[in-house]
């Protein structure tokens, strides 16, 4: 079934729109130009129902939403949304059944890894399962399968936050944004305990009722084909609720789980008296990736308007950060003005991955600090930012942020301050503010965690037993509190234990390598999303008790009656014996020696239409028929290969390098995009601002950073090309397939250890997949350390998986061994089976891998025969060799040969189809030529393509042996 993406840009959009205003980082940024490739029509949002509660400083809000399919066919979602500080995912159900049968299920909590290799075994068998996992920061990614054709389908999210404080309220954000009209609205917030009304700050389309219900202001509104809109130009919240709260007021919430009851206490604190200066040494980062093309630059640039109003003359070091960084300038502010740096960064142009790693320019004064202008998304750096003992304060001005991150930055003196929820006045003092040291302790409490919510408001978590007292010392401040606190009479709330948990987590996340165990006990525990924990809806009870996942209560019963009767899941028990039987038969073909003459056989020759190839090394246009032309060949099953082997009579040869020459000539790829052609007409001066003029159409586009990354290429531009290609680390956050895209062109690029970051990220997000060890092998070998890539190779072959990728071991074991026939160091193989140890060197070889998923792309090759070997006949008369047909995803397969007759060998690849929600609008397939494999004169060329519908057929390159 094939599952496009169409619905994932809507469901990104619509969803980031909905919780989070036109600001929000869907991939490079939410937008309101929803593409629908080869959609029909769009998806409709037929509803939207918004319940929420707000007990003190606490707020949990439920959005159901109900989508409805016009298109005549199945739809895969996929939605990405980020989240702000403070703020996390308690809850999310699915629909499950039709008609009245249909209703919430509500997801269960599973390991992160788990969860992604469950969702994706689930939905090749075509049923319905929904995922919600963090991605990176506080970003978000659900996948929902399937919308059926004319029918609907609900999603809820729960979301629970912290509200921020100002002196005498609180401030409650409800971001909405809808372009289109929506057939039914409600609203209903219930805030108890209020003594006045709430008032609503900021402008909206909707018509809010405030009424006092039995002890309770519920705002309120239900309307009819609505269309919200924003009340500024940037997007920003529709609906902003000031809660008022009395001065100084100490606030304690209490609430039940598993037995247990939590407190939730905020509690205002003195201002400081001892208050630090202002520095006069600062070093910026000024985060200039893509990922920070809108964040609110205008607020980041009043406070800096502040600070030098404040701090007249300072000395300024700024370092530009994207994929790598720019030269540091530096700025002598006199008598606050600072007109230059002003300029220079309203003109930094946001494009490109973020590497926080290369960041360098770090003060060296005593009276210095570090102020990082950034989302905290760091997806490019080899080794992590460090502010070597320097305080530093991290600035947000965009949802989604590695807050996490950015406060464990911030640590040594420093500050992070959210300039969306903060005046330039009031970040200003947050810098003269010393970070002070907090004691907290009490009677009867356990468990306790703090943290400064402002500069004169503690927030505190714990464990309560009975009526208590809490004690606070802040240093530098006279007096301690004492804060008594009384079980029977407090206002009680069920989010209090879920925040609990946040926090500790997001404590635990300082340091996340060191306490994954512990981030997914308590986000099991507690049902969070987390890093280490994801929520998952599957349809049949059958479906849990195959993946060992604990279902929700209402399919509990039948849940352990099942288990009494399972068997549980295995892996494969004899892989090593499996493998090597197949390098068995690897090593017999090696020693054959084939026959190289014509082949004895009628109309052998096959039929050449349309084109002629490789004339003086250049490639014209080739057109091919839809499906395979095998004129000439046997169709031979892979699996009747080794008999074939068994019974040809031929003289075992000599273990040694061939010596055949030959030249590898590769069809240049010409896409005919329009941007493409505004750049191949215009000078090459002006191809980076033409690629910027094109970007917005095309900025969720893999195929777009790829085509232009060339151009620049072969105009020289290589810093440029870098920059545009690590895009590809912004997109669709943790999507191992734009990563392994993204990790092959570094390759060619000859940026290896680059490669190796990519793939080491790679291999953190497809564990499951045995492409995945394969690819960092390779990298590691590219980047000169065949230690660690035989390791990783190996794995390929040691390791069970959960799906089979048939021949990859043979293939793994093939490049593996030629690394230690030509590695100049001494390796460690201990840990390797001696069974295989055997280079086999090759005339030619030629492996083809691709971007998607569940997709099958076929390797042909036609020898000078006129013979074609491929999946239905994977043994050509004179030897060469196509690996058994990898139909599920990424390849690789492999065609091999290891005397090569004189003639031309043409490659050809053939995109057979796909069963999966695509990236783009094509398929990017690499093919990697080699000749004399595994010899220490061994040369390699590559071409990357792309195929863009099934059944596409292309001449990809050719090898002439002389």
């Known amino acids: 079934m094939k599952k496009t993406n169409e619905i994932f840009m809507f469901f990104c959009v619509l969803f980031s729109a909905l919780f989070l205003g036109a600001s929000a980082n869907c991939a490079f940024g939410a937008s309101l130009n929803i593409t629908a490739l080869g959609a029909e029509k769009p998806i409709e949002l037929k509803g939207i129902d918004i319940q929420g509660e707000i007990v003190g400083h606490l707020a949990r809000t439920t959005v159901d939403m109900t989508f409805y399919n016009p298109n005549a066919r199945v739809l895969e979602g996929e939605l990405q949304f980020p989240l702000f500080d403070g703020q996390t995912v308690t809850g999310f159900a699915l629909e499950m059944g039709e008609g009245k049968t249909a209703a919430l299920r509500n997801a269960v909590p599973v390991e992160k890894a788990k969860g992604r290799q469950t969702f994706e075994a689930i939905t090749r068998q075509n049923i319905d399962p929904a995922l919600l996992e963090v991605t990176q920061g506080d970003n978000f990614k659900m996948r929902v399968y399937p919308l059926n054709p004319g029918g609907t389908r609900r999603v809820r999210v729960t979301i629970d936050e912290r509200l921020s404080d100002s002196a005498d309220s609180s401030l409650y954000r409800l971001p909405l944004f809808a372009s289109k009209k929506i057939e039914k609205f409600n609203l209903s917030l219930r805030l108890p305990g209020l003594?006045?009304?709430?008032?609503?700050?900021?402008a909206s389309s909707l018509s809010l009722s405030f009424k006092n219900e039995n002890g309770a202001f519920v705002v309120s509104a239900t309307q009819e084909n609505i269309s919200l809109q924003p009340y500024d130009a940037g997007g920003s919240y529709i609906l902003e609720l000031s809660i008022p709260k009395k001065p100084n007021e100490t606030s304690v919430v209490l609430g039940e789980r598993e037995g247990k009851t939590y407190f939730y206490a905020d509690i205002p604190i003195e201002p400081q008296k001892n208050l630090r200066p202002l520095p006069s040494a600062i070093s910026i980062l000024w985060d200039a990736?893509?990922?920070?093309?809108?964040?609110?630059?205008?607020?980041?640039?009043?406070?800096?308007?502040?600070?030098?109003?404040?701090?007249?003359?300072?000395?300024?070091?700024l370092q530009v950060i994207r994929d790598v960084s720019d030269v540091t300038k530096v700025f002598d502010i006199k008598d606050g003005d600072w007109s230059e740096l002003r300029q220079t960064l309203q003109s930094a142009v946001y494009d490109g991955a973020t590497n926080l790693g290369s960041f360098t320019a770090l003060p060296t004064s005593a009276d210095s600090a570090i102020f990082m202008f950034s989302d905290g998304l760091d997806n490019y750096s080899a080794t992590p930012l460090s502010a070597h003992g320097i305080p530093l304060f991290a600035f947000i001005s965009e949802v989604g942020a590695d807050t996490s991150r950015l406060k464990s930055l911030s640590r040594n003196g420093g500050a992070v301050i959210d300039l969306l929820t903060s005046s330039a006045e009031a970040a200003l003092k947050e810098i003269t503010n010393a970070s002070p040291q907090i004691h907290v302790e009490g009677d009867g409490v356990g468990e306790l965690l703090w943290r400064l919510s402002s500069s004169s408001v503690l927030s505190v978590v714990g464990v309560i037993n009975s009526d208590a007292t809490l004690k606070i010392r802040v240093d530098g401040v006279t007096s301690d509190k004492k804060i008594p606190i009384d079980i029977q009479n407090l206002p009680r709330s069920s989010q209090v234990p879920f925040l609990w948990a946040s926090i500790k987590i997001e404590e635990l996340e300082a340091e996340s390598t060191l306490n994954k165990g512990e981030i997914r006990r308590i986000g099991k525990s507690f049902g969070l999303a987390s890093g280490e924990t994801s929520l998952i809806v599957l349809d049949r009870v059958e479906d849990y008790v195959l993946y060992d996942i604990e279902p929700p209560a209402e399919l509990k019963k039948e849940y352990d009656r099942l288990r009494t009767h399972s068997r549980p899941r295995t892996s494969e028990p004899l892989k090593l014996e499996r493998v090597a039987r197949e390098w068995q038969e690897r090593e017999k073909w090696w020693k054959k020696d084939f026959p190289k003459g014509e082949k004895k056989t009628p109309n052998n020759k096959r039929p050449n239409k349309g084109a002629r190839i490789f004339e003086d090394g250049v490639a014209e246009r080739f057109e091919m028929a839809a499906t395979p032309m095998t004129t000439g060949a046997v169709a031979l099953p892979y699996a009747d290969v080794n008999a074939k082997l068994?019974?040809?009579?031929?003289?075992?040869?000599?273990?040694?390098?061939?010596?055949?020459?030959?030249?590898?000539?590769?069809?240049?790829w010409t896409p005919d995009e329009p941007y493409i052609k505004r750049m191949r007409d215009a000078a090459p001066q002006d191809l980076y601002r033409i690629y910027l003029d094109e970007r917005a159409d095309y900025e969720n586009s893999v195929a777009f950073y790829l085509d232009v990354s060339y151009q620049l290429r072969d105009q020289g531009q290589e810093a440029l090309s870098l920059r545009v290609l690590s895009n590809l680390a912004e997109m669709n956050l943790e999507n191992r397939q734009i990563l392994r895209v993204l990790g092959k062109r570094l390759i060619e690029a000859e940026k290896f250890e680059q490669a190796v970051v990519i793939f080491k990220k790679v291999l953190s997000l497809g564990e499951e997949e045995p492409q995945s060890y394969r690819d960092l092998g390779l990298a590691y070998a590219a980047a000169g350390k065949p230690q660690l890539a035989i390791d990783y190779l190996y794995d390929v072959v040691e390791k069970n998986f959960a799906r089979a990728f048939p021949?990859?071991?043979?293939?793994?074991?093939?490049?593996?061994?030629?690394?230690?026939?030509?590695?100049?160091?001494?390796l460690d193989k201990r840990r390797i089976d001696s069974r295989f140890l055997s280079n086999l060197p090759l005339d030619l070889r030629i492996t083809l891998t691709w971007d998607t998923d569940d997709t099958d792309i076929d390797l042909h090759i036609i020898d000078p025969n006129g013979e074609e070997a491929f999946y239905r006949h994977p043994l050509s008369y004179q030897g060469g060799r196509v690996s058994p047909d990898n139909t599920s995803g990424y390849g690789p397969e492999e065609y091999s040969i290891k005397t090569a007759k004189p003639g031309i060998y043409r490659a050809e690849v053939n995109f057979y189809g796909h069963r999966q929600q695509l990236l783009s609008d094509s398929t990017t397939i690499q093919l990697d030529f080699f000749t004399r494999y595994g010899t220490p004169s061994q040369a390699k060329q590559s071409v990357t393509m792309r195929l863009r519908d099934a059944k596409d057929r292309i001449v990809v390159g050719e090898f002439q042996v002389k």
């Open 195 to 202: 003594n006045k009304a709430p008032k609503a700050k900021s």
């Open 646 to 668: 068994d019974g040809r009579q031929s003289e075992e040869a000599p273990i040694g390098a061939p010596e055949t020459s030959a030249v590898i000539a590769l069809r240049p």
């Open 289 to 317: 990736s893509a990922s920070r093309k809108k964040a609110a630059h205008t607020k980041e640039l009043a406070f800096l308007e502040a600070f030098f109003n404040a701090q007249k003359n300072a000395s300024v070091h």
């Open 807 to 826: 021949g990859i071991e043979i293939i793994a074991l093939t490049e593996m061994n030629a690394i230690i026939a030509n590695s100049p160091d001494k």
